[in-house]
T-cell receptor
Framework: GNSVTQMEGPVTLSEEAFLTINCTYT??????LFWYVQYPGEGLQLLLK?????DKGSNKGFEATYRKETTSFHLEKGSVQVSDSAVYFCALRRGTNAGKSTFGDGTTLTVKP | GAGVSQTPSNKVTEKGKYVELRCDPI?????LYWYRQSLGQGPEFLIY????????DSGLPNDRFFAVRPEGSVSTLKIQRTERGDSAMYLC????????????FGPGTRLTVL
């Protein structure tokens, strides 16, 4: 079946540091890949997505590239801010059953001033 | 416009009781999804509707769980004979059709079974 594996947290960084959160997946076919963010006390929000191999999703300074050869979708940001502190979830949706999403377990990021 | 809303925000019940959790999707969204999230884990798929019909209910853990969406808008997740293991955050999401469209999530209902 489908699965998503995220790097374990928590991750603590200083402001302006470089961020990488690793995500790898297992799926048949050609899934779409997503990063969601959950800020404290709020619901899940879509951060970025990529629907085919070599696509790069980007939003709010975050980027992730769909790498089919390594089945990865790592999240990066060049300079994090305190306001980026949140839980980040990697997820996939398969093309043939695109209703359901499969999520990783989440990575908690804390950015200190 | 209004986002996805879920009621109640918190529900505490006793083992063996019946509960209903409600989801109001974004107006016009035809697809609606239910997920369950345990502490420290990602959301786990339960069921999704396309219109009034359940397009995929493969994530429902057993026959104590049931969901309906009779008019293709509001949905209710029903849990019979609740068990302590049912305690979790229940999330609802909606999207404009299924497929690769963005899913918009509600704030969730935290269910606690004592």
């Amino acid at each position: 079946g489908n699965s998503v594996t995220q790097m374990e947290g928590p991750v603590t960084l200083s402001e302006e540091a470089f961020l990488t959160i690793n995500c790898t997946y297992t799926a048949t076919g050609y899934p779409s890949l997503f990063w969601y963010v959950q800020y404290p006390g709020e619901g899940l929000q879509l951060l970025l997505k990529a629907t085919k191999a070599d696509d790069k999703g980007s939003n709010k300074g975050f980027e992730a590239t769909y790498r089919k050869e390594t089945t990865s979708f790592h999240l990066e940001k060049g300079s994090v801010q305190v306001s980026d502190s949140a839980v980040y979830f990697c997820a996939l949706r398969r093309g043939t059953n695109a209703g359901k999403s499969t999520f990783g377990d989440g990575t908690t990021l804390t950015v200190k001033p | 416009g209004a986002g996805v809303s879920q009621t109640p925000s918190n529900k505490v019940t006793e083992k063996g009781k019946y509960v209903e959790l409600r989801c109001d999707p974004i107006s016009g969204h035809t697809a609606l999804y239910w997920y369950r999230q345990s502490l420290g884990q990602g959301p786990e798929f339960l069921i999704y509707f396309q219109g009034t019909g359940a397009a995929d209910d493969s994530g429902l853990p057993n026959d104590r769980f049931f969901a309906v969406r009779p008019e293709g808008s509001v949905s209710t997740l029903k849990i019979q004979r609740t068990e302590r293991g049912d305690s979790a955050m229940y999330l609802c999401a909606s999207s404009n059709e299924a497929g690769h469209n963005e899913q918009f999530f509600g704030p969730g209902t935290r269910l606690t079974v004592l």
